[in-house]
């Protein structure tokens, strides 16, 4: 078993930028991909970005060039850069980790964008 957490959210401006990690506790075990996903008031959970281990992404299409998924080597720790953040990035963010049987998920942490 592995625990995740997210931290890095916040309130921010229109146009601005934050910094997402997800790190982790618990037995070592192999990841293949983590990804990060959110869920905005009454919509469902949406993919955001997920990256494998070979360090192959894939990106939501709303998110392509603003937002850039990276992970820490073997360590199951991934990140989160969100650039020329909108209204409409508003959301909570849940990072993701899936090993061999079972995805792991995080609490999630608010990003608010807000003039």
């Known amino acids: 078993q592995i625990q995740l957490v997210e931290s890095g959210g916040g309130v921010i401006q229109p146009g601005g930028s934050l910094n997402l990690s997800c790190t982790s506790t618990g037995v070592f075990q192999r990841i293949n991909t983590m990804g990060w996903w959110r869920q905005a008031p009454g919509k469902e959970r949406e993919s955001v970005a997920q990256?494998?281990?070979?360090?192959?992404?894939q990106y939501a299409d709303s998110v392509k060039g603003r937002f850039t998924i990276s992970r820490a080597g073997a360590k199951i720790a991934a990140y989160l850069q969100m650039n020329s953040l909108k209204p409409e990035d508003t959301a909570v963010y849940y990072c993701?980790?899936?090993?061999?049987?079972?995805?792991?998920w995080g609490p999630g942490t608010q990003v608010t964008v807000s003039s």
């Open positions: 993701s980790a899936t090993g061999r049987s079972q995805t792991y």
């Open positions: 990256i494998t281990a070979a360090g192959s992404t």
